[in-house]
Structure formats: C-alpha cells, structure tokens
C-alpha cells in the first residue's frame, strides 16, 4: 500500500503548522520552511519535530 497522497490536504508541519511537501523517493514529507524532513514509516508520517532531520541546503536545490 502506498501513501495516501489525500491526507496531504489535511496535513501540516507540527512547528509551523505549514503545507508539507510529500518527496516519493526519499519517503519523507518536507516542511521547506523550517528545513525538517518527517519520515513515512509503513504508509504513516512521523509527524513528531524530535524524529524529524534537518534539510541540507544541498538537498534543497
């Protein structure tokens, strides 16, 4: 099962409350904002900022 790209609707960044970005290959949602990265773990978003990694400037561009 994959991850159900509807949920992106209601979703949001939980320090900023921003839109989030669903990046397929990395299985990760992005908030570019703050520069976290969320990871998907069995179709679920890990919505938690102590679980989430920084975004390199490199992965950005």
Not at 27 to 47: Q, T
């Amino acid at each position: 099962m994959a991850f159900d790209r509807k949920l992106m609707e209601i979703l949001a960044c939980p320090v900023c409350k921003g839109k989030l970005d669903y990046k397929q290959e990395q299985k990760e949602l992005w908030c570019n904002f703050d520069r976290l990265a969320y990871e998907i773990k069995n179709d679920i978003p890990v919505l938690l900022e102590s679980e989430a990694r920084r975004i390199s400037e490199e992965e950005r561009t």
